[in-house]
């Protein structure tokens, strides 16, 4: 008889969250929803309520928790009870009841509740890079110290798990070196200005940087894909991840996104995985790791697929990924300093108060304006996490906008 796993669905509204939950409905067998949790949508999320039937729901934003919670007194929902604020984030995140909690709040808000996840031993879907990105020490910590099982949601580091050794796999932390691996490459597909002129890269609205040719993404993660700062986070987490060093991954831009990255080993294997372009393959694997259920995928067709291509990153072009790459050289909260100052780069730039290029000179002005520390504390990753993002917004008001 399998046993029917509870779970949280973090950023319920959000892109993951929604492929998500239509991985969880295909197998109600396996799966029911305990929690679902949004900022401000009581658009989205009302009919997720009305779908999944959870037993709580959490509205970070606490006027939009008001505005559900009036709205299922109406329906005569009196199953689903709603919460407020980040404290009904860590209650649903870390609750006795939870078996998985499906981490994809967007930026450093994701942060705190998916700690309590991973404090309480949870099964961690990890989405929210962010996570890692500020915090890799503390949180690889916690995993270690709470026994919590971590699985990556990120379609090039689910890739790169699969293409990993069994005993890595199985959670042991052992130096990629001990099991082999030579190197990791992380692919990438360029965006949608891999081959746009650079001059006219200023001018690129945010429409435009949205419009991803191979993958269906919020807008904050569309921006960071044109800018290729996704994959320098990426670049962060993979580090964490997969216990190894920077000089160990390299970044290939593959246009295609159907090889989603690649583990190469001592004796000259390369392991790659394959497949269309659709986050609810890794959401499929996760959820039933070490097992494989129907992820609601089409099959991929390798003779229509007819040619992959692979090039170097042009860091030129992406001035981002040279800037993550100097914040892993930094060390300690430089990589939360550049996540901060990049996450108001992309809204001023969304809200078309700065230009497509500008993102890159806000971020390397703070970066380079705040020394390293090294990050003791959650508070002390806060702490720097506030001050980049207070310099970001100085920086411009003071100099860009538009």
Not at 101 to 130: R, W
Not at 295 to 306: F, K
Request: net charge negative; glycine share 6%.
């Amino acid at each position: 008889m399998t046993v029917i796993q509870q779970i949280t669905v973090l950023g319920s509204t959000g892109s993951i969250g929604v492929s998500t939950l239509d991985v969880i409905a295909r197998h109600p067998d396996r799966y029911r929803v305990y929690a679902l949790t949004a900022n401000t949508r009581v658009d989205l999320i009302l009919p997720q309520i009305q779908s999944c039937r959870p037993r709580f729901v959490v509205m970070r934003d606490e006027s939009a928790a008001q505005q559900l919670a009036d709205q299922l007194k109406v329906l005569g929902d009196s199953e689903t009870q709603v919460l407020a604020g980040a404290a009904g984030l860590l209650q649903v995140s870390a609750a006795g009841a939870v078996d998985t909690v499906m981490a994809a709040i967007v930026g450093a808000a994701g942060l705190e509740p998916t700690m309590a996840a991973v404090d309480a031993g949870k099964k961690v879907l990890l989405a929210n890079k962010e996570s890692l990105v500020m915090a890799g020490h503390l949180f690889m910590q916690a995993v270690a110290r709470s026994g919590a099982t971590l699985l990556p949601i990120d379609s090039e580091h689910n890739a790169i798990f699969q293409c990993m050794p069994a005993r890595h796999q199985q959670g042991e932390r052992h130096s990629l070196e001990a099991d082999g691996v030579r190197r990791i490459l992380l692919t990438g597909s360029g965006g949608p200005f891999r081959q746009t002129p650079l001059a006219l890269l200023a001018d690129m609205t945010p429409d435009q940087a949205c419009a991803h040719p191979n993958w269906d993404m919020g807008r904050k993660i569309s921006v960071d894909s044109a800018t290729m700062m996704n994959k320098g986070l990426e670049f962060i987490e993979a580090c964490w991840l997969f216990n190894t060093t920077p000089d160990k991954i390299d970044i290939v831009v593959h246009p295609q996104s159907v090889i989603h990255s690649m583990v190469e080993y001592n004796d000259g294997s390369v392991l790659a995985q394959l497949g269309n372009p659709d986050m609810r393959t890794p959401i499929a694997h996760a959820l039933a790791f070490p097992e494989r259920i129907d992820s609601g995928v089409a099959a991929l067709d390798i003779i229509a697929t007819a040619r992959l291509d692979f090039e170097a990153p042009d860091y030129q072009r992406f001035p981002c990924l040279r800037l993550a790459t100097e914040a892993v050289s930094a060390g300690g909260t430089a990589m939360t300093v550049l996540n901060a100052a990049n996450e108001i780069a992309v809204d001023a730039f969304l809200e078309q108060r700065v230009r497509f290029t500008d993102i890159p000179v806000i971020i390397e002005h703070v970066l380079t304006g705040i020394p390293a520390i090294e990050p003791e504390s959650l508070a002390l990753v806060k702490e720097q996490d506030a001050l980049a993002r207070a310099m970001a917004q100085q920086f411009i008001r003071s100099s860009l906008s538009r």
